[in-house]
């Protein structure tokens, strides 16, 4: 949900920006309608993991609904081959990352220095794909 909503928030923004505050509103309020519904749905059948579903598909419902509101004002494209190579680094170096912090080594430390290692890992990792990439490919 964080991720979704971590891509969702320029959407919003670009609809404020440019004065659609109403539209930004009835998207909200359709995605709290939405997620009454669901949670009165899915809630007594799967309790907790009925609401966490919910939560995902409103989330989900609300970023398709700024993207489409987006589209109609701005011509942007966000699917392009700088946002690809540079999803492929990001979701290498977290697999990385993900691997080098889950070694009981590292698991079982201080979690600030578990952090700190993560930190150190994923940065490494995505600066080496990133100086790589761009000896291949012009952003």
Do not use: D, H, R
């Given at each position: 949900?964080?991720?979704?909503?971590?891509?969702?928030?320029?959407?919003?923004?670009?609809?404020?920006?440019?004065?659609?505050?109403?539209?930004?509103?009835?998207?909200?309020?359709?995605?709290?309608?939405?997620?009454?519904?669901?949670?009165l749905?899915?809630?007594?059948?799967?309790?907790?993991?009925?609401?966490?579903?919910?939560?995902?598909?409103?989330?989900?419902?609300?970023?398709?609904?700024?993207?489409?509101?987006?589209?109609?004002?701005?011509?942007?494209?966000?699917?392009?081959?700088?946002?690809?190579?540079?999803?492929?680094?990001?979701?290498?170096?977290?697999?990385?990352?993900?691997?080098?912090?889950?070694?009981?080594?590292?698991?079982?430390?201080?979690i600030?220095?578990?952090?700190?290692?993560?930190?150190?890992?994923?940065?490494?990792?995505?600066?080496v794909?990133?100086?790589?990439?761009?000896?291949?490919?012009?952003?």
């Amino acid at each position: 949900m964080a991720g979704i909503v971590f891509l969702a928030t320029p959407f919003s923004q670009i609809l404020i920006v440019t004065n659609q505050q109403k539209k930004l509103f009835w998207i909200t309020f359709s995605g709290a309608i939405i997620n009454v519904i669901l949670n009165l749905v899915l809630i007594p059948m799967y309790s907790l993991y009925g609401a966490a579903l919910a939560t995902v598909i409103t989330v989900f419902s609300i970023f398709f609904l700024l993207f489409k509101s987006t589209l109609e004002l701005l011509y942007i494209n966000p699917f392009n081959l700088k946002f690809l190579f540079s999803f492929i680094g990001a979701a290498f170096s977290s697999i990385l990352m993900y691997l080098v912090i889950t070694n009981p080594y590292i698991y079982y430390l201080n979690i600030f220095l578990s952090i700190l290692i993560g930190t150190i890992v994923y940065s490494v990792c995505f600066l080496v794909y990133k100086k790589l990439a761009g000896n291949f490919f012009i952003y």
